[in-house]
Structure formats: structure tokens, C-alpha cells
């Protein structure tokens, strides 16, 4: 059964950090992009980061030098490592699952690696909440 789980969210302060996991079982972890989504109250859901099966690393502009995403591939697990958390961040985050030649093919399209186009049809969590005090 393919899962990806988001864990991790929660209440913090302005300025505060938090790291949100995504665990993922059921498919080759390997062979797919993992990329971070958000959707603020009102909103529609924004790409912000993805990391390649390799490695590779990339950011929306807006959480780019606060956010940082990475794996640790022994587990399935990818993190996304929130910082500097402001009052426009709340949300609830998701992650979501991709085949990489799926996700590079968008690319040469001229799509960013974090298009919710490529994920369509992959696979998504459920989503954990992040809430900001001031």
C-alpha cells in the first residue's frame, strides 16, 4: 500500500523552527521526486520546495534560505526544515511523490520542479498543520 505520512506540525512562535517529516512506504523511494506543498486558509495550494532522488535541491523564492528540504533515503524519509517562521506561514503542509523522469520532463516543459501538475497523478499525504503565534 503506497503511504506518504507527514508528521511534524504544530504551534510555534514567530521566528521559531520546526521540521516536518514525510514518510514514505509502498514504492521505490529512489526513483521519485518528493516535493512540499502548502495551502493557507483561502489559498490555493503552492509548491515550495522538491529535492531529486539524488539529491538535488530547489525552492520557491519566497521560502528560499528558511526552508531546507533533504532525505535521509536509508529510511524513506524526506524533511523539510521550516525557519524564521512568519505570520504568512501557516498552513497546512503536504507532501506529495512523483516519478523523477515525470517531474524533469515537466522541467523541459518549463514547469518548476514543484508544479502540482507533475503530482497529479502521483502520490500524496495527508498533510500535518503549522500554526505561527505572534
Known amino acids: 500500500q503506497v503511504q506518504l505520512v507527514e508528521s511534524g506540525g504544530g504551534l510555534v512562535q514567530t521566528g521559531g523552527s520546526l521540521r516536518l517529516s514525510c514518510q514514505a512506504s509502498g514504492f521505490t523511494f529512489n526513483d521519485h521526486a518528493i516535493a512540499w506543498f502548502r495551502q493557507r486558509p483561502g489559498k490555493k495550494r503552492e509548491g515550495l520546495s522538491c529535492i531529486l532522488d539524488d539529491g538535488p535541491t530547489y525552492y520557491e523564492d519566497t521560502v528560499k534560505g528558511r526552508f531546507t528540504v533533504s532525505s535521509d533515503n536509508s529510511k524513506n524519509v524526506v524533511y523539510l526544515q521550516l525557519a524564521n517562521l512568519k505570520p504568512e506561514d501557516p498552513a497546512v503542509y503536504y507532501c506529495?511523490?512523483?516519478?523523477?523522469?515525470?517531474?524533469?520532463?515537466?522541467?523541459?516543459?518549463?514547469?518548476?520542479?514543484?508544479?502540482?501538475?507533475?503530482?497529479?497523478?502521483?502520490?500524496w499525504g495527508q498533510g500535518t498543520q503549522v500554526t505561527v503565534s505572534s
Open positions: 506529495a511523490a512523483a516519478p523523477v523522469w515525470q517531474v524533469v520532463g515537466g522541467i523541459l516543459a518549463g514547469q518548476t520542479y514543484w508544479d502540482p501538475a507533475h503530482y497529479e497523478s502521483g502520490y
